[in-house]
């Protein structure tokens, strides 16, 4: 019994288990085709769920924005310490899910 590296998710796992304990990648029993699509299927899954992050993060950042350009807290109080929050976590979350899904890219 040796370790391989699951071709969905790269996490090692045994190549007598049939399938992955990480992310229930079959790779015993199934012909080759049936694991391309598989595996097409499950990078599909990654790219929308980074692509949902994406914009949600999007949604936080713009919100704070817009609360920052309506209510124009007054300096040094906890609202603009918040809006501002909220616009570094939004693009800082943005910009990581980005480089996430350009790396995903690359990989497949």
């Known amino acids: 019994m ?13 190549s007598k288990a049939a399938a992955c304990p990480h992310c229930n ?3 015993v029993g199934v012909s080759n085709e049936q694991r391309q699509r598989e595996l097409q299927q499950v990078m599909q899954r990654k790219r ?3 692509m949902s992050q994406s914009m949600l993060a999007l949604l ?3 919100a ?18 918040l809006a501002n929050g909220g616009m ?3 693009l800082v979350w943005f910009v990581i899910n980005r480089i996430r899904m350009l790396l995903l890219k690359v990989r497949s």
């Open 2 to 14: 040796a370790l391989i590296e699951c071709p969905a998710c790269s996490k090692r796992m045994s």
């Open 25 to 27: 990648f079959k790779s």
């Open 48 to 50: 929308e769920r980074l």
């Open 60 to 62: 936080i950042a713009i």
């Open 64 to 81: 704070a924005f817009t609360y920052f350009f309506m209510q124009q807290p007054e300096s040094g109080s906890w609202q603009l310490h």
């Open 88 to 90: 570094l976590v939004g």
